[in-house]
């Protein structure tokens, strides 16, 4: 059968590591492969330091004070039905790593060379088979206040809560085609849609507070200095009064 990562294209990806507190001529160290494509890198800073990557196949690189390269692959594997899923981000939530990606698919990193099984949370296959709707369900992003509070988005308004037990749905009341989510400093969970569009919430209670019109979907969305910050590939812009303001003008307040 075939899989959806089939059709992806392979690239070189070079890893560079850069460490200020060596001398000039050790600061910076890199390692190169020829396998990973459309990689996605998460850090943490919790006891040591690590860095890990997934990319659109499954392939794994990781580094810490210990060891660099690459570790056993994610298996993107959907049970025995021939299909694979791909993931499409690797976060940190809860002080852990996850990778999220299509067929709502959260799987949680253990350890080195090592992946739980992904979260129980239903998909469908029919979209495959059919060719329709291969955008109503899956996973873009994922955020959270802690290991038992965490959401996932993605989809045509595909919202999913996690509170220590288990998965669920949610309803969001707005269909676009959800990108990032952020469990933010002021209680409050932000989503942002494929043109920059941004809602806020919690549970089932959801408002618009921005509606956008970006060629480009913000790539990642984070609190910090008590707003929310959000970026693409064109720039960076802050929430301000219910209005998204450019960085240059952001650093003049």
């Not at 060891?67 to 976060?91: A, H, I, M």
């Not at 960076?236 to 303001?245: A, I, P, R």
Request: proline share 3%; net charge negative.
């Amino acid at each position: 059968t075939l899989s959806l990562h089939d059709a992806l294209p392979i690239s070189t990806q070079r890893f560079l590591s850069i460490d200020c507190n060596q001398p000039m001529d050790k600061r910076c160290y890199a390692l190169q492969y020829e396998h990973f494509s459309y990689s996605r890198m998460e850090y943490r800073k919790q006891g040591k330091v690590e860095v890990v990557t997934v990319d659109h196949y499954g392939s794994v690189y990781s580094y810490d004070a210990q060891r660099n390269g690459t570790e056993n692959d994610l298996d993107v594997r959907l049970g025995d039905s021939g299909y694979n899923w791909v993931p499409k981000r690797l976060v940190r939530a809860g002080g852990e790593f996850y990778a999220v990606g299509t067929f709502r698919r959260i799987a949680r990193r253990i350890g080195l060379n090592s992946w739980a099984a992904p979260e129980n949370i239903p998909y469908s296959l029919d979209w495959v088979k059919t060719g329709e709707g291969m955008f109503n369900e899956g996973f873009y992003d994922m955020s959270a206040f802690a290991a038992d509070d965490m959401y996932a988005v993605g989809g045509f308004g595909d919202v999913w809560h996690f509170d220590g037990k288990s998965w669920k749905q949610i309803s969001f009341p707005f269909y676009d085609l959800l990108q990032t989510v952020c469990c933010a400093g002021d209680g409050q969970v932000y989503i942002s849609g494929k043109r920059g569009s941004i809602w806020v919430g919690r549970g089932n209670r959801w408002s618009q507070l921005v509606e956008s019109d970006f060629t480009l979907p913000f790539r990642d969305t984070l609190w910090f200095g008590d707003r929310l910050w959000c970026g693409n590939d064109y720039g960076l812009w802050s929430l301000q009064d219910g209005k998204l303001v450019p960085l240059s003008d952001s650093e003049s307040d």
